[in-house]
């Protein structure tokens, strides 16, 4: 995963350092001397995330991070605050200026590229998120809101792990202040309250006597009422490499023992906040444009949508750099299903294709009907030889499977694909079409249930 980060320090040496470690691991790297440079960097440039120094002259690392936080065009940008101190109150202080992490000195260079990358893909869901939101607005679904009041107003829901009882005494003491918290003492009851308990962060020990906490994450993560439900691990300081672990496989944040009570308090009320906003915007998105942008027969979204939304993915892909692709499918000989069987088969035939769509590709991914029997996926940051894969996934998963029209009759489906992915810095959203379709036709042409890439 690659992605830009901006480095704020104001020693050249350390600089230099930075740069080059994140060079080494590919990420695209913009520097800053100090704090009013930083802002405008980040202002300017839109960085994935930023690795802030505190102890700078004039505007130190907190007053530039408040600074971050409280403008609308910054606020999203996850910021790592890298620094000498390393008290449990430097800590809290930076968490409380609105910090994602923060790392002393000497940095180990693991954690460090582990916690990046586990912000960056944080931060593409919330930025999908608000370009659906920005998309909304731009088409009249609905205006944009302050969501300052929202964020805090009700306590949150607290689900907590830990094998050790005076641990889980002090964690629940110190989170009952703010929140609703419940405790429980095994995996098995965790994973049977969190999948019906509607939780609002989950905190589990890594260090559990007689399960794999790592498993535990990965079942949280594998479950569809916790898979976006933010997970706070407890590690051994020093235990490098189960932390690594814990944030490749999506756990949000942790937290090191022995845990400081206000450290503990702050980095849940972060995890709340972001929860809340991520929250937010889904259900802004869902109530503004339901009706207005989505397909009555099989809930994707529509052409509408779909052309305003890939125009602003586009611009974004020539911007970043990242390529964006586009799968344009189409279901074989489906006239002769409305003919055959009646329009009642033929719809169950699309809402059900359009299942098999939404259970395989990302949460990041776009699926939309083009009207028809046609259907697009869009897919940002995604390269050919993955929208391939893709592709091949769904053409196997709707020619493999009959499709139920009535009780007693099934029928065999299949579809041909075409794909395109975006050129750098030349292409429009017109183009990627055009060129899909393009593939489409040949996949049609050369004898259907195929997957065909746009010629290189």
Same mark, same amino acid.
């Given at each position: 995963?690659?992605? %830009?980060? /901006? ?17 080494? +691991? ?39 991070? !408040? ?23 430097? !800590? ?40 659906? +939101? ?11 809101? =302050? ?9 949150? @829901? ?29 995996? +098995? ?7 019906? #308990? ?18 535990? *994450?990965?079942?949280?993560? =594998? ?11 407890? &590690? ?8 690594? @672990? ?18 503990? $308090? ?15 915007? @889904? ?29 602003? /993915? ?49 949460? $990041?991914?776009?699926? *939309?009907?083009?009207?028809?029997? +046609? ?14 894969? &893709? ?12 499709? %139920? &029209? ?18 750098? #810095? ?7 079409? &055009?060129?899909?379709?393009?593939? /489409?036709?040949?996949?049609? @042409?050369?004898?259907?249930? !195929? ?6």
């Amino acid at each position: 995963m690659t992605a %830009r980060v /901006l480095i704020v320090d104001d020693v050249p040496a350390n600089l230099k350092l930075l740069d080059a470690k994140l060079t080494a +691991e590919y990420f695209d790297v913009l520097k800053a001397s100090c704090g009013p440079e930083a802002i405008e960097v980040a202002t300017a440039q839109q960085p994935d995330i930023i690795l802030l120094d505190v102890m700078m002259p004039g505007m130190d690392g907190f007053e530039v991070c !408040r600074r971050l936080k409280a403008a609308p065009q910054t606020e999203h940008i996850p910021i790592i605050m890298v620094t000498a101190l390393d008290q449990p109150r430097d !800590r809290v202080q930076g968490l409380e200026a609105g910090a994602d992490d923060f790392l002393t000195k000497p940095v180990n260079d693991l954690a460090l590229f582990a916690r990046v990358k586990s912000l960056v893909r944080l931060k593409m869901v919330t930025d999908e998120l608000r370009m659906r +939101e920005a998309t909304g607005q731009r088409i009249g679904a609905f205006i944009g809101t =302050s969501t300052e009041k929202m964020l805090m107003v009700e306590p949150g @829901r607290a689900l907590v792990l830990d094998d050790r009882p005076t641990s889980l005494k002090r964690m629940s003491e110190a989170l009952s202040i703010e929140h609703t918290v419940t405790v429980t003492e095994t995996p +098995e009851e965790m994973l049977q309250l969190a999948s019906v #308990g509607d939780f609002d962060l989950l905190i589990v020990s890594l260090t559990l006597q007689e399960f794999d906490g790592l498993r535990l *994450c990965s079942q949280l993560r =594998s479950l569809e009422a916790t898979r976006q439900t933010p997970i706070l691990a407890i &590690v051994e300081e020093g235990d490098m490499t189960r932390l690594v @672990r814990a944030l490749d496989m999506g756990v949000n944040d942790y937290l090191l023992r022995p845990v400081d009570r206000n450290e503990l $308090v702050a980095r849940c009320r972060t995890q709340l906040r972001r929860k809340r906003y991520q929250d937010y915007l @889904r259900d802004k998105f869902q109530r503004g444009l339901e009706l207005a942008i989505t397909d009555g027969l099989t809930g994707l979204y529509n052409r509408r949508y779909m052309e305003s939304h890939l125009d602003s /993915l586009v611009d974004e892909g020539i911007q970043s750099g990242k390529p964006v692709s586009l799968l344009i499918f189409d279901i074989d000989f489906f006239k002769s299903v409305n003919d055959t069987y009646g329009h009642a088969a033929g719809d169950a035939v699309l809402k059900e294709f359009a299942q098999r769509i939404q259970q395989n590709v990302r949460g $990041v991914d776009l699926a *939309c009907r083009l009207g028809g029997e +046609e259907f697009v996926v869009v897919m940002p940051d995604t390269d050919m030889s993955y929208a391939f894969m &893709v592709g091949e996934r769904l053409r196997q998963k709707v020619a493999e499977v009959p499709f %139920r &029209v009535e009780p007693t009759v099934t029928l065999n489906v299949t579809v041909s694909i075409g794909i395109a992915v975006t050129e750098k #810095g030349t292409d429009k959203a017109q183009d990627l079409l &055009v060129r899909a379709d393009t593939a /489409l036709y040949r996949a049609k @042409r050369d004898g259907r249930n !195929r997957v065909v890439a746009e010629a290189a």
